[in-house]
Structure formats: C-alpha cells, structure tokens
C-alpha cells in the first residue's frame, strides 16, 4: 500500500490485515515506514521502541536482487510480533542515530522478505510503504502481487499517485490498483473515479471519510475496535475483497464490549 502523506495508507494495511486475519488467514503486516506506526494501528499498545526492527544484515547481495540469508520462517519467529486477530507485525530497520547514512540495506531485507513469504502457500502480506516513491526506485515491493495507491479527493494526492502508478508501470509488479479515501460526497468519489479512467488505472475501492477513524486514531484505538467504524471497517473490507480477488466478502464484526465501554 502506497500513497502521498496522510492518505490512509497505515489505517487501511491495519484494518485489512486484522480482517484478513479474522477471517481465518495467516497475515504479515509489514512496516515500511522508517517512522513506523504500523504496531499501533494493528492494536499492539507497546511504545514505538520496544519492538525489534528488521537487521539489515539479514541479507545478502546477489546479482538478481538482495536474498535472505536465513529462512522466512525463522526470520517470523525471530522478529515478528502477533498482534489481534493473529496479526504478525514486523518492523522495516530504520535509522537508529542521526549521520548514520542510507537505508539500503533495509528496504533490501524487506523486498527479500517479500519474496520468501510470497512463496509460503495461504499466507497473505500486507505492506505499509512511506509516503515518498523512494520505494519504487528501490524496488522495495518489487515482489508484491498488487500494489495498491491510496487516493485523497485533492490534486496533489491524485498526482502522487500518478507518478507511482508511471513508476510501478515499470516494475515487476503485476498489478496496479487505486484506493480512494476520506471522500465526503459522491462528486469527490466521482472524480477519483474520472481521475481513474483517464489513466487507465483500476478503481478497486472507495472508503468514505469517517469521524469515527478520526476519533478511534486520536484514542489510539484501532478502527476494527472502534464503535461507530463499522463503515470504515466494511469500505476496508470491500477493497480487501477486490485487491485480492477473494471469492467470499470478509464479514466485518462489531467491536467488542471492552472497546465499546472505553469509548
Ligand atoms: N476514511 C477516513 N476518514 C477520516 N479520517 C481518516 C480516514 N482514513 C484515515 N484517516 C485518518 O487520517 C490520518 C492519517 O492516516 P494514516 O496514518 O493511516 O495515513 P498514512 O497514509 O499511513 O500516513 P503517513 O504517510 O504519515 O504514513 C489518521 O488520523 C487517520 O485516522
Ligand atoms: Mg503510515
């Protein structure tokens, strides 16, 4: 999942992850953002610092692209952290210093990472990339079946997603598809929609805007959990559906009563 800032690209990788994962799936939620906040919005309440990031040296440099050095599955055990609904969460490396020098290695040991689990039959990953389209030079996602770009009814966000959609044109990656978010009436959907067309860009969903996301963002509670979100969680759930060609919808419960007392 791909998009400028603020588009809603961490809500949407958390909310469908845990879908996913309530549904019965085996899911890694992967944080691509070298400002991660992927493990709170999954619902995994431990400060920022606590939880491992990815060690840059768990690859090796090969001529067709970066390798695991170890398998996928130690790499889960090892660094993963399981969240509701059965979520493994896994942390991109980051800087940990200032002066220390680019990111490399990291986005390499994600976009290895993304090829192994590929290859692990019934397990879906969900990738939360940053704003900037460095990962698209760096072929970070180079190994994902879809990505998908998260679309605000403004200019500047549509235009972010033009040019990532150019530059994943010229990738690997199979299949590009748009997400539209935070559209308050149906003209802004509409343009997005327009905005689709005239790209020839696939419209796989649009999520309308949501107070509750908002407000369950700013009570550092995650939309599934959230009363009230419900509309979020099934616009979520409805793009999930088309993104991964699932043949069944992914039901969307009601959150439970702890959260709903706490709200
Ligand atoms: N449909 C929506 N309606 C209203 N607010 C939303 C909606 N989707 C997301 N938000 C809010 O927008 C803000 C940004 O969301 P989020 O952090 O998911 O974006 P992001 O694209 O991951 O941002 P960044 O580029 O910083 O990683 C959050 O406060 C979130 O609650
Ligand atoms: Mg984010």
């Known amino acids: 999942m791909a998009g400028k800032g603020g588009a809603g690209k961490t809500t949407f990788c958390a909310t469908a992850a845990r879908l996913l994962g309530r549904a019965g799936r085996r899911v890694v939620a992967i944080d691509g953002d070298t400002n991660p906040n992927l493990h709170a919005a999954v619902g995994l309440a431990a400060p920022a610092g606590e939880f ?9 440099r090969r001529l067709d692209g970066p390798a695991l050095k170890v398998p996928a599955a130690e790499v889960l055990d090892r660094y993963g952290v399981r969240g509701p609904d059965g979520v493994v969460v896994m942390r991109m490396g980051a800087a940990g210093h200032a002066d220390e020098g680019c990111l490399c290695s990291a986005h390499a040991v994600v976009s290895a990472l993304l090829a192994d689990l590929g290859a692990e039959p ?60 935070k559209c308050r009436r149906p003209a802004e959907a509409d343009a997005i929609a327009e905005f689709c067309q005239r790209h020839g860009l696939e419209l796989a969903g649009v999520i309308g805007w ?54």
């Open 52 to 60: 491992a990031s990815l060690p840059v040296d768990l690859v090796s």
């Open 122 to 181: 019934g397990l879906v990953t969900v990738l939360d990339l940053e704003a900037s389209p460095e990962h698209l030079s760096r072929g970070t996602a180079r190994h994902a079946d879809v990505l998908a770009l998260m679309a605000e009814p403004y200019y500047r966000s549509l235009e972010a997603v033009r040019l990532q959609a150019r530059l994943a044109a010229e990738t690997s990656i199979g299949r590009v598809a748009v997400v539209a978010n």
């Open 210 to 263: 949501s107070d509750a996301a908002l407000d369950a963002d700013a009570a550092s509670v995650p939309v599934l959990d959230y009363p009230g979100a419900e509309p979020m969680a099934e616009a979520v759930a409805a793009a999930v559906v088309r993104l991964l060609d699932l043949d069944d919808p992914l039901p969307v419960p009601r959150p439970a009563a702890e959260a709903g007392a706490r709200a």
